[in-house]
T-cell receptor, first 112, second 114 residues
């Protein structure tokens, strides 16, 4: 049984560009959350998707947007990249009635 | 405002020792408290979690102690091994992790020397 998968593994972008990160949840999971983890910090919640809708949002600007597809996979889009957006972006999935969130390996985004 | 404060930032123990990592929270609405282990280049892995209706939970060599009145909880690792060397994060959420965001501490880098 595959766990949470994310792509790409690493990404290098230039300031001002746009980026799309992808996540496939663990089998049987229908809820996807995205987190940003800066170097040496704990993950920070960006937003959560359930039934193809954004259900919750953390303290992130509108440059961060997302989408969930009918197969429960999800995308995170970041527009107008800033140097401060450089971080590990983590996707976590959950089955609807469970407390447990399972994280993927993350995408390392570097903005130059 | 940091809602979950974690200490220490780093910790070094000898093999067989019992490292203890502490967390304190501010939001009394939190009612789910997981601990995650993260190795370099990997995503966080769920270790153990507790709810406020119990004061202690054990799973293998990992134990969570919970003090609701003090709004504190801690992770104990029994008989620590070099393979336990990793960064540990405490977290908290309200109403269960599936519907609510996890708020993380800043992490503790644990080194277990052979």
């Amino acid at each position: 049984d595959a766990g949470v998968t994310q792509s790409p593994t690493h990404l290098i972008k230039t300031r001002g560009q746009q980026v799309t990160l992808r996540c496939s949840p663990k089998s049987g999971h229908d809820t996807v959350s995205w987190y940003q983890q800066a170097l040496g910090q704990g993950p920070q919640f960006i937003f959560q998707y359930y039934e193809e809708e954004e259900r919750q949002r953390g303290n992130f600007p509108d440059r961060f947007s997302g989408h969930q597809f009918p197969n429960y996979s999800s995308e995170l889009n970041v527009n107008a990249l800033l140097l401060g957006d450089s971080a590990l972006y983590l996707c976590a999935s959950t089955a609807g009635v469970s407390d447990e969130q399972y994280f993927g390996p993350g995408t390392r985004l570097t903005v130059t | 405002q940091q809602q979950v404060k974690q200490s220490p930032q780093s910790l070094i123990v000898q093999k067989g020792g019992i490292p203890i990592i502490n967390c304190a929270y501010e939001n009394t609405a939190f009612d789910y408290f997981p601990w995650y282990q993260q190795f370099p280049g990997k995503g966080p892995a769920l270790l153990i979690a507790i709810r406020p209706d119990v004061s202690e939970k054990k799973e293998g060599r990992f134990t969570i102690s919970f003090n609701k009145s003090a709004k504190q909880f801690s992770l104990h690792i029994m008989d620590s091994q070099p393979g336990d060397s990793a960064t540990y994060f405490c977290a908290a959420s309200r109403g269960g992790g599936s519907n609510y965001k996890l708020t993380f501490g800043k992490g503790t880098l644990l080194t277990v020397n052979p």
